[in-house]
Nanobody, 128 residues
Framework: QVQLVESGGDLVQPGGSLRLSCRTS????????IGWFRQAPGKEREGVSC????????YYADSVKDRFTVSRDTAKNTVSLEMNNLKPEDTAVYFC?????????????????????WGQGTQVTVTS
């Protein structure tokens, strides 16, 4: 049974940091690309960052470049998203999703918001 479980969401002040985790099970992370997506109220879902489980190559949306860092630990079947210098516009529910790596480039997964399996999401709120 495939599962993705996000954790780490919280309420934080502007300029603060958070680390989100996506714990995966039921598939081999090396063969999948994991994406982080977010959706704010009234807005479309946005691809934030995606990482290939096998070689670690990654993609970032322009809105988070130089602030967010994605990483994976294949031994722990976990993908993390380190978020620094958070802004109010980062407020959203953050989801992780999995897609087989073989046929879809990492950038396409993020930009097209693709995923075969999705987690339930974790809330990130940035406010003073």
């Amino acid at each position: 049974q495939v599962q993705l479980v996000e954790s780490g969401g919280d309420l934080v002040q502007p300029g603060g940091s958070l680390r989100l985790s996506c714990r995966t099970s039921g598939f081999i992370l090396n063969y999948y690309t994991i994406g982080w997506f977010r959706q704010a109220p009234g807005k479309e879902r946005e691809g934030v960052s995606c990482i290939v489980g096998g070689d670690g190559s990654s993609y970032y949306a322009d809105s988070v470049k130089d602030r967010f860092t994605v990483s994976r630990d294949t031994a722990k079947n976990t993908v993390s998203l380190e978020m620094n210098n958070l802004k109010p516009e980062d407020t959203a529910v953050y989801f992780c999703a999995a897609l087989p790596s073989a046929f879809t480039p990492v950038q396409v997964m993020c930009e097209m918001k693709l995923g075969d399996y999705w987690g339930q999401g974790t809330q990130v709120t940035v406010t003073s």
